[in-house]
Each structure stands twice: as C-alpha cells, then as structure tokens.
C-alpha cells in the first residue's frame, strides 16, 4: 500500500466543497492578497501546495509573459489544479515533496507559499525552507500567508526563525485578526544579494 498518497489525497467531498466554493474563495479570501503582492507579469513563480489551484489561477494571469510552476503532495490536487488552469499555458504542474523534486530549474523570481508550512510535519520544515532559499534567484522573495491560531497554526515568530535559520531576510510581516479568514501572518523574506566589500 502506498503510504503517502494515501495520507495525503483529500476526501472526495473535501474536494467538491472547494470546487464549489472556488468562486466565493476567489474572491473574498485570495484577490486582494494575490494583488498586493509585489509580482512582475514576467516574473518565474513556485507555488509551493497550491491545492485546486485558486490561488495559482489568480497568480498566472498577473504572470501573462511569465511562468507558473505548481507542487503539490496530492495527486487529486494537482489533477485538480491542472484542470482548473487548464485556459493558462504559463502553468505548470509538479506532484511531489519540494525536498524531494530534484528541479532542474532554479533561479525562480518568487515562491508563494500560503496556508502550507502549518500542514508540514514541524521535523521537516527547516529542510523545506532551506531548500526554497536554494531555488531561488540572489533578491528572490517569498510570500507567505499562513493561520496563527494555536489548534491550527504556526507562530508568526516560529515562522520567522525558521526563515532566518536558512538566511532569508525578513522584509515584512504583519499579524491580522481575520473577519471572514482565520487570524493570519503574512510576511516577505528575501534572499539577499551577495554583499562584496571592495578594498583598495
Ligand atoms: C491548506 S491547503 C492550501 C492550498 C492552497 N495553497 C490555498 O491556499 O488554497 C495545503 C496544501 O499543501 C499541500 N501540501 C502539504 N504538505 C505538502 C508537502 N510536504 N509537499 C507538497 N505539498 C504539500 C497539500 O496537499 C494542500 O494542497
């Protein structure tokens, strides 16, 4: 029996409510988060868990002369997200751990990563975060919203440490009590450009 996929694919009616939902989530949860992200239509984005792909959806149309590569551990997921995108053909879909994907591309602009880094086991966030800082391009940033509540969540201050133990840079992060989202902590860590000291 494989374990992995097995632990991982959500229900059947896990993944029609988001379907159907979709429209509402798009709206209400993602669009102005996705907006305000600081992202360039030529831009080379990782979404890391991208699920059904609401997010990804609004993110590859800022990317029109960009490109959009999405992982997720499920395979339902990502089948799902491959349909929902199909109209995108700056998409790209990967089934996988991010640890575990050996890309051949690196050099990436950007990498999202939202309401994720809770459902990763505590013992291997630190090896998923080092490796994100190796994918992406010297000045590349990550975007990251993730629930602060304690049943299910992360400390913001968890996440920042985890951040700054691989070297990231913490541009911003701001706490928000949720009306129609649960508490949340969105925050952009950079991966600084070398500094070179030049002596004469
Ligand atoms: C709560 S959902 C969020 C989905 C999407 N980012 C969103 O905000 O709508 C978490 C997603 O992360 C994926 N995921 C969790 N752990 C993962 C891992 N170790 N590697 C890849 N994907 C993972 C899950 O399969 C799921 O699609």
Do not use: W
């Not at 988060?33 to 890391?48: A, H, M, Q, R």
């Not at 491959?82 to 995108?88: C, G, Q």
């Not at 009590?177 to 000291?197: E, H, L, P, T, V």
Request: glycine share 6%.
């Amino acid at each position: 029996m494989n374990q992995v996929a097995t632990t991982y694919e959500p229900s059947t009616i896990n993944l029609y409510m988001q379907q159907a939902f979709r429209p509402i989530s798009r709206r209400y949860f993602y669009s102005d988060y996705v907006n305000s992200l600081p992202v360039k239509p030529t831009d080379k984005i990782l979404e890391f868990g991208s699920g059904i792909g609401v997010m990804a959806e609004l993110l590859a149309r800022r990317l029109y002369l960009g490109q959009l590569t999405c992982v997720d551990i499920s395979k339902r997921y990502i089948s799902r997200a491959k349909r929902n995108l199909r109209d995108y053909p700056n998409t790209t879909f990967v089934r996988g751990q991010l640890t575990k994907l050996n890309f051949s591309t690196r050099g990436f602009d950007a990498i999202n990563l939202h309401y994720v880094l809770h459902d990763v086991p505590e013992a291997s966030r630190q090896e998923l975060i080092d490796e994100m800082y190796g994918l992406l391009r010297p000045g590349g940033k990550v975007f990251l919203r993730e629930p602060l509540n304690e049943s299910h969540g992360i400390p913001s201050a968890n996440t920042d440490v985890l951040f700054a133990s691989a070297g990231f840079v913490k541009e911003s992060g701001n706490e928000r009590r949720g009306r129609f989202m649960r508490d949340n902590y969105s925050a952009c860590y950079i991966k600084a450009k070398n500094i070179r000291f030049f002596f004469i």
